[in-house]
C-alpha cells in the first residue's frame, strides 16, 4: 500500500516570503498525486493535482507544487504568502494498485504579519 | 449549486446516546465516503461506497455503519456513542471510475462525546 510523509508538522512564515511545504510518498506502481487545503471549521478542498505529462504543476491561489519521480517527492511551493494562505495543507496520493486515497499528517502554514 | 452538505457542523453528546450523521452530495458522484480527523492525524477512511445498496469498510477499525439507499445520501450512525468517539468526521464523494479523480469534502461534523 502507499504511504504519505509530510516532513513538517508547522511551518510559520512571515507575510510575502516564499514556503515550501514538503511531502514524500511511497508506492509500489505508479501515483496520482494531490494537495489539499483546509481553512479553520471547512472541510478539504483541491489545490492542485499531478496526474501525467509536466512534472510542474500550477494549482489556485499561486500554488505550484514539483513532481520529482526519483526522489518520490511532490513538494508545494509559493513565491510570495499572505495572512490568507494561514491554514492546514494535505498532500495526498493514489495509486493503480487499487488502494484508497492516502493523506499525510498535515502541515500547519501559520503567515505571520 | 453542485455541493456537499454535513449536518450537524457541531455535536456534544452524552455517552450510550444514538447519533446520525448526516451527508448529502447534489454533484451527481457515485462514490462516497467517510473519514475521521484528529489533529496532527493523517485523515483515516473508516467507511466508503461505490454506489446505492454499496457500503464497504475502510483501513481505520470504526464501530460506526453507514447506509446508501439513495446516491445523494451516505449517512454514518453511531448505535452507542463514547468518548473515544469523539473526533472530526469529514464526508467526501469523487467522481466513480480511476484513483485520478479528486476527492470534494463536506465542512466536517465536530463531535464531543462527554
Redesign the interface.
Known sequence: AQSVTQLDSQVPVFEEAPVELRCNYSSSVSVYLFWYVQYPNQGLQLLLKYLSGSTLVKGINGFEAEFNKSQTSFHLRKPSVHISDTAEYFCAVSDLGGNDMRFGAGTRLTVKP | EAD?Y?TP?YLVIGTGKKITLECSQTMGHDKMYW?QQDP????H?IH?SYGVNSTEK??LSSESTVSRIRTEHFPLTLESARPSHTSQY?C?SSLAG???N???????TRLTVL
Request: hydrophobic share 35%; no cysteine.
Open positions: 456537499i454535513q457542523r473519514y496532527g492525524m493523517e485523515l477512511l466508503y475502510g483501513d469529514l467526501a480511476g484513483p485520478e479528486e476527492q470534494f469534502f463536506g465542512p466536517g
